[in-house]
């Protein structure tokens, strides 16, 4: 289904160039130039972001705002203002706006801002089920599973979702620790009030800081106007802090606070904040080894361990193996248009339940995908499988097969020419995100090699985070030992 954005502006040069920009990304466009006409809009067209000017011919942009909250309190807002230093747009943030634009706009900005928004909306608004029998499809993403380990999660679920309290998700990485904190809000009193997850493995520390809590003007460089961070914008909602375990020891300190009295400071700010946020949190890391180490906070540690749900990893629940490959061969088969696309090989089959998933749901996502997208015929056989899920076959993989197979190096091949020639004959609907895995999975492989397998020193070359690396290292299952190398 594709994404609808609502541009409610009197100037019909923006509706012109928000239109040309944001449908070159294949996001479908509708525009109004009054209020009246944006509000019947809000309510027939029910778009997934909305872009709202500040100032219109009937109505002001805050009173708009609060009745398009009236209707639908989840959909993202983001007010466009010509005024730099607008109070009136950070006291629309503040109020429960999702951003603020300042005109001309800046096209990158834009496209970049309406997508977080999207995914925000897709976060709060997309059910999340949670089947104790069955795998039978629902709308939107569900747990898939019945093992005990498994029951066990969606009871602790149960009882800790209406509880006001903040809860601890641990699990490896791909394990599935957003659909937990996704079920936790909307089984919660706070499921009608706004939800933001924020990554903290993928920004840096110097900017999480500005991100959670907000800045003031001029408190670093940069920093030509105030804003409001995630705390403020979130009060009353639910915010999920992923990895928390990458979070800086300054940070630790003021999340640390706001857990205890519901107070902060923005960046380069005096002024005490009150909100009223709950936090979920979740990570992958050894946060008790962390304390020792002196890398987290252990009064954070005994804040954030009140409530604790343990996600088993994929290989503790073999079983739920053959259920998760049925949904999400039924899922990619439809996306990919593959509607030939009868299943899986027993012997296929065997080799995907006897895999150890060190990438766990994420991986096995990846090889179903890429199994998909490779397979000539109507069945998935072992040879439309990566060779590390094949294991001891012979290695006869697929020489079309761009994202599994490599060079002598043990490199994956890096020709994007072959493997877009050959998605657009099979008429790729996703060639987008299917390049850019290609092009990152040989990237990433290809630093690692450089560094001789140091992560660290990988996540400066790239500018990315260390926590980042480490998942895409499991997600592509990349080896790192003496060498580097992609099986």
């Known amino acids: 289904m594709s994404t609808t954005v609502l541009v409610i502006d009197d100037d019909r040069s923006v509706h012109h160039l928000v239109t040309r920009s944001l449908e070159k990304v294949q996001l479908n466009v509708i525009t109004a ?187 670093f460089t940069g920093a030509d106007q105030r804003r409001i961070g995630k705390f403020e914008q979130c009060n009353g909602g639910t915010l999920f802090l992923d990895e928390i375990g990458d979070m800086s020891l300054l940070v630790q300190g003021k999340v640390l606070r706001l857990l205890q009295d519901q107070k902060f400071e ?27 180490d002196g890398e987290f906070r252990e009064d954070l540690l005994y804040r954030l361990n009140t409530i604790t749900v343990r996600l088993p990893p994929l290989r503790e629940r073999p079983g739920d193996i053959p259920p998760l490959l049925q949904r999400f061969t039924s899922r990619f088969a439809m996306e990919l248009n593959r509607p030939d696309l009868e299943g899986i090989s027993p012997t296929a089959l065997e080799l995907l339940t006897s895999y150890s998933w060190p990438g766990n749901i994420r991986e096995l996502q990846s090889v179903v995908r890429n199994a998909i997208l490779h397979t000539t015929g109507t069945v998935i056989v072992p040879d439309f499988l990566p060779a590390e899920v094949r294991k001891g076959t012979t290695d006869g993989s697929s020489s079309s097969d761009a994202t599994s197979s490599g060079d002598s190096q043990g490199l994956p091949d890096s020709d994007l020419g072959q493997f877009i020639d050959r998605r657009l004959k099979q008429n790729s609907t996703d060639l987008y995100a299917e390049a850019l895995e290609v092009m990152e999975r040989f990237l990433l492989t290809r630093v690692l090699r450089e560094t001789q397998g140091n992560q660290s020193r990988a996540a400066e070359i790239l500018g990315i985070t260390r926590g980042k690396v480490r998942d895409r290292i499991a997600a592509f299952g990349i080896t790192v030992d003496r060498d580097v190398r992609i099986d």
């Open 266 to 292: 923005r960046v380069g700010g005096n002024t005490t904040l009150s909100t009223n946020v709950r936090i979920v949190a979740a990570t992958h890391r050894p946060l008790e080894q962390m304390v020792e």
């Open 33 to 219: 130039s009054d209020g009246a006409t944006g509000l019947a809009l809000v309510g027939s067209e029910r778009p997934d972001v909305v872009l709202l000017d500040i100032r219109l011919p009937d109505i002001s942009g805050l009173e708009l705002f609060a009745q398009i909250r009236a209707l639908d309190r989840k959909l993202p807002v983001i007010f466009v203002t010509a005024d730099a230093e607008s109070d009136t747009a950070i006291e629309a943030m503040q109020l429960g706006a999702f951003d603020y634009l300042r005109k001309p706009l800046d096209l990158g900005q834009l496209n970049d801002l309406v997508a977080r928004a999207a995914e925000t909306r897709r976060l709060m608004s997309v059910p999340v089920a949670i089947p104790t029998r069955g795998t039978q499809e629902g709308p939107g993403d569900s747990f898939v599973g019945s093992s005990p380990a498994m029951l066990e999660v969606y009871k602790t679920i149960g009882r800790v979702a209406a509880q006001d309290v903040t809860v601890l998700i641990r699990g490896e990485s791909g394990s599935g620790k957003e659909l937990v904190a996704r079920a936790i809000y909307q089984h919660s009193r706070r499921a009608n009030e706004c939800f933001m997850a924020i990554n903290c493995a993928a920004i840096p520390d110097n900017l999480l800081e500005s991100e959670l809590f907000g800045h003031e003007k001029g408190a």
